[in-house]
T-cell receptor, first 110, second 113 residues
Framework: GIQVEQSPPDLILQEGANSTLRCNFSDSVNNLQWFHQNPWGQLINLFY???GTKQNGRLSATTVATERYSLLYISSSQTTDSGVYFCAVETNFGNEKLTFGTGTRLTIIP | SAVISQKPSRDICQRGTSLTIQCQVDSQVTMMFWYRQQPGQSLTLIATANQGSEATYESGFVIDKFPISRPNLTFSTLTVSNMSPEDSSIYLC??????????FGPGTRLTVT
């Protein structure tokens, strides 16, 4: 099956810093989502981005499907950004199964 | 988006017992999904639940261990049977409200002692 690797696995930053999280996938995908899992375990939808670039406030994401990667940018980090960030991909149109990446644990220090 | 609730939010159970987790969504959806997240790990799909048919299980998951019901288009249950400490995980349900985009419930945190 498809492999979804995220980097870095862990990231510790000072409040106000910017960061770039990467998601590499080993095969063609039809859909890609980014999630933030907060410290209570809740998965929060950030972006649905099978291709192109989207922005939402301090966050933006870019997916280059032909090169099999996606990037999540976080600017001016806040302590509430702490948690684990996952990308997840759907490989076969219509089966709706998501394969999750390995995750990046982000810690923002005040 | 969708509003998805799960019950219970957490539980501590003894080995050998079973726990049924409920997932309720505020709109009708064709497919519901159940995922497991073991401590410190990513999410793994357990099964896909269609209303009116048997659930489809992923490799490594069997119906006897994780029976699933899907009685209507807004509700599903997952039972974790004959539990062992290795079943300690967060169990999450999800739905696809718009094509290609899934939303997740808040999860059920299970500890087996």
């Amino acid at each position: 099956g498809i492999q979804v690797e995220q980097s870095p696995p862990d990231l510790i930053l000072q409040e106000g810093a910017n960061s770039t999280l990467r998601c590499n996938f080993s095969d063609s995908v039809n859909n890609l989502q980014w999630f933030h899992q907060n410290p209570w375990g809740q998965l929060i939808n950030l972006f649905y981005i099978p291709s192109g670039t989207k922005q939402n406030g301090r966050l933006s994401a870019t997916t280059v499907a032909t090169e099999r990667y996606s990037l999540l940018y976080i600017s001016s980090s806040q302590t509430t950004d702490s948690g684990v960030y996952f990308c997840a991909v759907e490989t076969n149109f219509g089966n709706e199964k998501l394969t999750f990446g390995t995750g990046t644990r982000l810690t923002i220090i005040p | 988006s969708a509003v998805i609730s799960q019950k219970p939010s957490r539980d501590i159970c003894q080995r050998g017992t079973s726990l049924t987790i409920q997932c309720q969504v505020d709109s009708q959806v064709t497919m519901m999904f159940w995922y497991r997240q073991q401590p410190g790990q990513s999410l793994t799909l357990i099964a896909t639940a269609n209303q009116g048919s048997e659930a489809t299980y992923e490799s490594g998951f069997v119906i006897d261990k994780f029976p699933i019901s899907r009685p209507n288009l807004t509700f599903s249950t997952l039972t974790v049977s004959n539990m062992s400490p290795e079943d300690s995980s967060i169990y999450l349900c999800s739905v696809e409200v718009t094509p290609g985009e899934q939303y997740f419930g808040p999860g059920t945190r299970l500890t087996v002692t």
